[in-house]
């Protein structure tokens, strides 16, 4: 059985809008890109819970799933954590791979 | 008169060209899904289907981030496709008591963002970073993303994927998941 996790409170914010002109959630204790020492203690716990949430590990929560999607989603899309120990490597792979643009090298190949 | 012609003539080409890309798409998906064991069909990552979903409603203006939104989601509509709770219960269960199809899941939908971000550059500039934490939440090596890469690239250079297609592969994974090894 997971862990009983607390959760940090989000709340719906009018003046927050998504890409579709959507109010949208934000986190109660928000993080910022530019984080203070307990700031970025704040934001990897948010993170880690964001992960668990979406990665299942997290089984057992105090609020209800869907609005722990939107704000997993939330986290892991727009605020950025210290992680690049773990996961600059792998974006690095990702940059010598000739993938970029991809889309173009396939129109060439299917236009033969 | 002339130009008409060539009007149409362009549309053909460029209808032609997303005709390709949905069958190459739905081919690859289900040639992933027989390594997973299952039959094929509807597309299930329980929670991680948000954040893929996510990406791709964002940046479906690009035709064939359609063509991936429309296959993958087939008439969802809403800001962000959220599976039903039950389904996502249901799929917490079955993926606790599958360890390896919860691992293919995994490769599955690291397989298809890597893809949507060769396939449109703004995905690659702007979600690159978070792709990639998000590989690493799902423990991935450095091994294993550059194997994902050069499956895309080996299919968006007009290969087609099968357990022979000559792909110098790194990881066992890599090599288990796409060659069936």
Known sequence: ?112 | MAFGRQDNKANDNADMKIVKFTTMVQEVDHYLLGASGRAGGVFIFGKYKVYYSQILKRYNADPFISVMENIFNPGKGGPVDLVDETVVIQTFKEMKNKQEKKFNEYYRLMFWLLFAAAVNDEIYNNELSSIADFAYCLEFTEKMMGDWCVVVDYLLSGNHLSEMSPLPLESPEGISYFLHR
């Open chain 1, 1 to 112: 059985m997971a862990k009983r996790v607390k959760v940090i409170p989000i709340e719906r914010d009018k003046n927050l809008k998504n890409n579709k002109g959507r109010p949208t959630y934000r986190t109660s204790k928000s993080a910022t890109i530019h984080l203070s020492e307990q700031q970025k203690a704040e934001a990897v716990k948010l993170f880690n819970m964001a992960k668990g949430i979406l990665m299942n590990t997290v089984l057992d929560v105090d609020i209800n799933s869907r609005r722990m999607q939107y704000m997993a989603v939330h986290i892991l899309g727009h605020i950025e954590f210290d992680i690049d120990a773990g996961s600059r490597p792998l974006e690095k792979a990702v940059e010598k791979s000739n993938m970029r643009g991809g889309i173009q090298k396939y129109l060439k190949a299917i236009s033969y």
